[in-house]
């Protein structure tokens, strides 16, 4: 499986400055496999510590952990030559030991020639409880479930890849757009978390994808209890269980309200920013105004909060496969929702979009995500189907007049003064899109 952060992987290898690497993302989106598979193909040798399994190490993290210490025990304890730059170490479920954590500040420091990987699930909220963290002394990199992209070179689709990527911004031809428009509803059913895409790509079975999806949702739950203070556990299960009817929401502003009758934010904040910090959910925050830079417009009380997963989400609202595979009319209204999600996803998957917002004016128009470059701010409005009214899309071109504002949707490329139609399908090519295609973006 072709996973596109190990190239940030292979470049952080080759730093000059290298500092001990940290892999932050939610449970089962991969993190392990990705670094067993970089230590297989780019070092000599690996050394693999899961912190959860291995009984031994905590006395090997007490005490000195000078660096040199260190590297002697594991090397005696698990009878490996740890060699600099040949071997790369890997740290698994380092939350479970902060002193661990703690150590990779004198790796920086005094040993900079060990190759250093550590993961964690829950590495966001140990740094969130004070564990004391090497601030400044590593590197972070962050792992997603698959994006589209990654589903289609999965499905070994790599030539229909290559058509989108080489077709500049003409029309998409019939038979490959309706290629493309089956995939995407594959994409949709099953999402991206790899247990699940293997599952399919394994059986073509769905009811076989639904129960790894099932038990990577009963994974979360029980992380809730095993790993949150006590007394945030019922809230977190309250915010959890309240994400699709959240999303399903005309305005799917964030109402605490529908976690709970009477629920205030204060009440659940320590709860939400624990699902946060796991990553188990992602926070689109509202801007007041479109203009650089966008963080100093951010209305910290206003936000949407999305799942990690579209296929997730789907098994959560309890979406039948069938719903989206025969389009049933039912399923309209909830579509808008699967279809915000799964382009949110896509543009996190982006490395040169930094943060995502949402604008609103009064209660007049609603732009469903904003983002900046280095130089401009785009809007893009997110469609389900073929329809195309934006209403709120164009107050916000009155307004701001941005140099080009992105629309996607079912409907086939095109751009069109100032507007770039890209289908939902083609959405992994935006760069290429914003960059080749209009002649201010160079």
Same mark, same amino acid.
């Given at each position: 499986?072709?996973?596109?952060?190990?190239?940030?992987?292979?470049?952080?290898?080759?730093?000059?400055?290298?500092?001990?690497?940290?892999?932050?993302?939610?449970?089962?989106?991969?993190?392990?496999?990705?670094?067993?598979?970089?230590?297989?193909?780019? =070092? %000599?040798?690996? &050394?693999?510590?899961?912190? @959860? *399994?291995?009984?031994?190490?905590?006395?090997?993290?007490? $005490?000195?952990i000078s660096s040199q210490r260190i590297i002697d025990m594991l090397g005696a304890l698990h009878?490996?030559?740890?060699?600099?730059?040949?071997?790369?170490?890997?740290?698994?479920?380092?939350?479970?030991?902060?002193?661990?954590?703690?150590?990779?500040?004198?790796?920086?420091?005094?040993?900079?020639?060990?190759?250093?990987?550590?993961?964690?699930?829950?590495?966001?909220?140990?740094?969130?409880?004070?564990?004391?963290?090497?601030?400044?002394?590593?590197?972070?990199?962050?792992?997603?479930?698959?994006? =589209? %992209?990654?589903? &289609?070179?999965?499905?070994? @689709? *790599?030539?229909?890849?290559?058509?989108?990527?080489?077709? $500049?911004?003409?029309?998409?031809?019939?038979?490959?757009?309706?290629?493309?428009?089956?995939?995407?509803?594959?994409?949709?059913?099953?999402?991206?978390?790899?247990?699940?895409?293997?599952?399919?790509?394994?059986?073509?079975?769905?009811?076989?994808?639904?129960?790894?999806?099932?038990?990577?949702?009963?994974?979360?739950?029980?992380?809730?209890?095993?790993?949150?203070?006590?007394?945030?556990?019922?809230?977190?299960?309250?915010?959890?269980?309240?994400?699709?009817?959240?999303?399903?929401?005309?305005?799917?502003?964030?109402?605490?309200?529908?976690?709970?009758?009477?629920?205030?934010?204060?009440?659940?904040?320590?709860?939400?920013?624990?699902?946060?910090?796991?990553?188990?959910?992602?926070?689109?925050?509202?801007?007041?105004?479109?203009?650089?830079?966008?963080?100093a417009y951010e209305d910290l009380k206003a936000f949407k909060l999305y799942h990690l997963d579209?296929?997730?989400?789907?098994?959560?609202?309890?979406?039948?496969?069938?719903?989206?595979?025969?389009?049933?009319?039912?399923?309209?209204?909830?579509?808008?929702?699967?279809?915000?999600?799964?382009?949110?996803?896509?543009?996190?998957?982006?490395?040169?979009?930094?943060?995502?917002?949402?604008?609103?004016?009064?209660?007049?128009?609603?732009?469903?995500?904003?983002?900046?470059?280095?130089?401009?701010?785009?809007?893009?409005?997110?469609?389900?189907?073929?329809?195309?009214?934006?209403?709120?899309?164009?107050?916000?071109?009155?307004?701001?007049?941005?140099?080009?504002?992105?629309?996607?949707?079912?409907?086939?490329?095109?751009?069109?003064?100032?507007?770039?139609?890209?289908?939902?399908?083609?959405?992994?090519?935006?760069?290429?899109?914003?960059?080749?295609n209009h002649p201010t973006h160079h």
């Amino acid at each position: 499986m072709k996973r596109f952060l190990m190239d940030d992987l292979i470049k952080w290898k080759s730093k000059k400055n290298r500092l001990p690497l940290v892999l932050k993302g939610a449970r089962q989106v991969g993190k392990t496999w990705l670094l067993n598979e970089f230590g297989k193909t780019e =070092f %000599e040798d690996v &050394l693999y510590i899961n912190f @959860e *399994n291995a009984p031994g190490m905590k006395e090997v993290f007490d $005490g000195d952990i000078s660096s040199q210490r260190i590297i002697d025990m594991l090397g005696a304890l698990h009878s490996k030559r740890i060699k600099p730059e040949k071997t790369l170490l890997i740290f698994d479920e380092v939350q479970e030991l902060p002193r661990a954590l703690t150590s990779l500040k004198y790796f920086a420091e005094t040993a900079p020639e060990y190759a250093i990987c550590c993961a964690g699930s829950l590495l966001g909220v140990a740094l969130h409880s004070g564990t004391s963290f090497p601030v400044g002394k590593v590197d972070f990199l962050s792992l997603q479930p698959l994006i =589209f %992209e990654e589903f &289609l070179l999965a499905a070994k @689709e *790599n030539m229909l890849i290559e058509f989108v990527k080489n077709n $500049g911004v003409n029309e998409i031809p019939k038979p490959i757009r309706e290629k493309l428009i089956d995939y995407l509803k594959l994409y949709f059913i099953i999402g991206g978390m790899p247990a699940a895409v293997v599952s399919w790509f394994d059986t073509r079975d769905f009811s076989e994808v639904e129960k790894r999806q099932n038990d990577i949702l009963q994974t979360y739950e029980n992380d809730f209890s095993k790993h949150a203070p006590n007394n945030i556990v019922p809230k977190l299960r309250h915010i959890w269980n309240s994400i699709p009817s959240q999303l399903a929401r005309e305005n799917n502003k964030f109402v605490y309200g529908l976690v709970r009758e009477g629920a205030r934010a204060r009440d659940y904040e320590e709860a939400l920013l624990w699902l946060l910090d796991s990553g188990l959910l992602r926070k689109v925050s509202r801007i007041n105004k479109a203009a650089m830079p966008l963080k100093a417009y951010e209305d910290l009380k206003a936000f949407k909060l999305y799942h990690l997963d579209v296929g997730l989400l789907r098994v959560m609202s309890e979406l039948s496969p069938n719903a989206i595979l025969e389009g049933i009319k039912m399923f309209e209204e909830f579509k808008g929702s699967l279809t915000e999600q799964y382009v949110l996803s896509e543009l996190i998957g982006k490395h040169f979009i930094r943060n995502i917002y949402y604008w609103t004016s009064g209660a007049t128009a609603e732009v469903d995500f904003i983002f900046a470059d280095n130089e401009n701010i785009y809007p893009v409005e997110v469609k389900a189907d073929e329809n195309l009214q934006a209403r709120s899309l164009r107050v916000y071109r009155e307004r701001y007049n941005p140099k080009l504002s992105i629309r996607t949707s079912l409907s086939n490329l095109r751009i069109d003064d100032g507007l770039l139609n890209i289908p939902l399908y083609a959405l992994f090519n935006l760069e290429r899109y914003i960059y080749n295609n209009h002649p201010t973006h160079h």
